[in-house]
């Protein structure tokens, strides 16, 4: 086992590791920039160093800093999270050089997956479907973006090639509409990735999220721990996530668990990853992206299935095989994670400032995980996503009555949070029959700004 980890992260996932290595009896690292040095995950660690200004490129995302930090501190192992570094492939790769281990999956499979046309390439040829989008290694010019639209059928989605948090991703219905887009969107992912390589995708309408848990060990060993459906977003962006899916059966879920399989196995994957598929209204399902990572709505799957996923993916990087095979993995009730964004809900702003109260929910089948207290100041710099509560019963509908209970008890002061929508989700009749498709947030979404003025927003 490993002999210190360094947490490359902040907020609810560097917590979230810390807790896993505490009982692994692994001490910690934390770094912290210098808007985090009040930070929970700071004070949970065993050791902790500053390693730069607030602005996350000059600290979170600061590859020289983290890793003079690991050596500095005598670790051998480095736990990405999510976000920040967690699935750049340099990164990955300038810890081996350093003599550490990076807990994920190896730079080529995270280069690989965050090419997204190469990815769909590979798993078209690996027989996992994919939807009809733009050929070879993605389109630059509009011309061809037009080509590619009127080949297609409109609707169809701009999708940046580096893409991720819905970045640079525009649905266009016709050709005069892709002309105005294809632009925006290319500025958009240049912005965010660098690179002006984008790719069209059949929009398909009224689909649901869903993507299959994947944990595999580095002798090529792979299963899946079922799916998490995540159709309940806001911009292409996740906002409650559960599982099981209302609407797979065990035909159904058994068939794209095997693709999923399939897409982590032909590339040679290791360590815990998510293969995101789109499900659409006559269960004919396609391949959209891997996720080379722990994902944030990770606890919704261990909640059904009991398997601890960041204690696994720490084992795993050291090189231990698989403990379970798929006939062993068992799935228990109904989870559901709520995501609580520091937000004003009317002005669709980041409500960043001081917690002057906390009081997180509790009880049997109810899960808070935060780096929220009393005092704390939420920064601007960052994420807005403060906690997330995960709730578990025996049936959907007992998670659903364990939610309403528990969003009620939640108590955050001195910030704005989205839980009143999250409430109002919980009481709507199609929500509650599990009828519906990532379009279902736009009927509370009235007043939202256009998609531009959202995109500086999450800039
Ligand atoms: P990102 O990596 O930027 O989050 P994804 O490819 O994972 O982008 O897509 C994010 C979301 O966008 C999906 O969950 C889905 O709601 C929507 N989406 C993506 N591709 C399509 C498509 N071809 N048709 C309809 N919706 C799509």
Known sequence: MFK?????????IAIRIIRACRELGIPTVAVYSTADKDALHVRMADESVCIGPPAAENSYLNIPSILSAATTFGADAVHPGYGFLSENGDFAEACQRSGLTFVGPRARH???????????????RAGVPVLPGSEGKGVTELRDALADGKRLRFPVLIKAAAGGGGKGMRVVRD?????????????????AFGSRTMYLEKYLERARHVEFQIVADSHRDVIHLGERD?????????VIEESPCPVLNERLRQKMGKAAVRAAEVVGYSNVGTVEFLLAPNHEFYFIEMNTRIQVEHGVTEMVTGIDLVKESIRLATGEP??????????DGAAMEFRIYAEDPDRHLPSPGLVTHHHAAGGLGVR???A???????PVHYDPLVAKLIVHGATRKEALARARAALREYQIDGIKTNIPLHLKILHDPDFIRGEFATDFLNRYEKSAPAPEAAALKAS
């Open 4 to 12: 210190k980890l360094l947490v490359a992260n902040r907020g609810t």
């Open 110 to 124: 995270i280069r690989l997956m965050g090419d997204k046309p190469r990815a769909r390439r590979i798993m078209t």
């Open 175 to 191: 050709a005069n509409e892709l002309s105005k887009m294809f632009p925006i969107a290319q500025g958009e992912s240049e912005a």
């Open 230 to 238: 995540c159709s309940i977003q806001r911009r292409h962006q996740k």
């Open 322 to 331: 698989l403990r379970i095979k798929q006939k062993q993995v068992k799935f």
């Open 368 to 370: 808070v995980e935060t």
């Open 372 to 378: 929220l207290y009393d005092g704390y100041r939420v």
